[in-house]
């Protein structure tokens, strides 16, 4: 079984707000089926994100391979903030 991380709508309400889970999925899942685990969870309005670090290490070191957004959203959360 293929594994993705990728990620998963559940702000509907009001529309032109989205809030989105990042989920584990069996690669032929669809966006909003069932998933195996949430890893944390994105809001690209405010741009505030929070990620289980360990879990997500977790499942890459097992072969689960990340969408392009979830490297993205990974690269600006996990980069050290700069003191300016």
Do not use: C
Not at 25 to 53: A, C, H, M
Not at 72 to 81: D, Q
């Amino acid at each position: 079984m293929a594994v993705r991380i990728r990620l998963r709508r559940i702000g509907k309400n009001p529309k032109k707000r989205p809030h989105f889970r990042l989920s584990v999925f069996d690669e032929t899942r669809g966006r909003d089926s069932r998933f195996i685990e949430e890893l944390g969870f994105y809001n690209p309005v405010t741009g505030k994100s929070e990620i289980k670090k360990e879990r997500l290490e977790y499942w890459i070191k097992n072969g689960a391979q990340a969408s392009e957004t979830i490297k993205s959203i990974v690269k600006k959360n996990l980069a050290p903030r700069l003191n300016t």
